[in-house]
């Protein structure tokens, strides 16, 4: 069943961890391994982030910039890692004191429905000038990533590095294009397809 964890897992290595990830199907004869920050270890998340700065510090991030919302553990975790104490969240929730809010369409391929990213327009101006690196958990289609980077370059920052835990498939790099490069991630994850025996199998590329 569609958005249902099958029993069939996938073992992926993040960084200096491995973990098994349940496969979920998306629609009829395809499907992903499905991480939810959330579902880890406190542990798990602050080693993560010790890999991944090492990862970005090299590009001298000045800020952290989470994409809401399985991002933004991520993104506390990595300001922290890096010694940083300055870090922002890209919104997807409207709330009272978003009402002036830079706003740039996405679709996710884990969630139903168009959304709007949001960033509070008293926080984009602190943001002018400086080097971000952008977090999400895992980059996908790139839509996420793709209406982040829109709205911190309407703010005016300069973003160094996209950091994601993992990358699933490669269709993620045509659509960011050019922004492609800036993507740090510390693995990645197939796309699957069902094979003859009726199991999930990593979906052959092309």
Do not use: C
Not at 150 to 161: D, F, H, P
């Amino acid at each position: 069943m569609i958005g249902t964890r099958s029993s069939q897992l996938h073992s992926v290595s993040i960084g200096a961890q491995v973990v098994d990830l349940p496969i979920v199907p998306v629609a009829d004869g395809s499907a992903i391994a499905l991480l939810v920050v959330f579902d880890q270890s406190s542990a798990f998340l602050d080693r993560a982030a010790a890999d991944l700065a090492d990862v970005v510090a090299q590009t001298r991030p000045e800020v952290v910039a989470g994409i809401a919302t399985l991002g933004v553990p991520v993104a506390y975790a990595l300001a922290r890692s890096l010694g940083l104490d300055d870090w922002v969240v890209l919104q997807k929730t409207r709330k009272i004191h978003l009402h002036d809010a830079l706003r740039a369409p996405v679709r996710s391929v884990t969630t139903n429905g168009d959304q709007e990213l949001l960033l509070e327009r008293e926080r984009a101006e602190g943001l002018a000038g400086r080097r971000v690196v952008l977090v999400d958990d895992v980059v996908s289609s790139g839509g996420s990533v793709l209406a982040s980077l829109s709205l911190l370059r309407q703010a005016g920052a300069e973003v160094v590095a996209v950091a994601t835990l993992l990358t699933e498939g490669d269709a993620w790099a045509g659509d960011l294009g050019e922004d492609a490069h800036l993507v740090r991630s510390l693995g990645s994850i197939p796309e699957f397809e069902r094979g003859a025996d009726g199991s999930w199998q990593p979906r052959s590329a092309g």
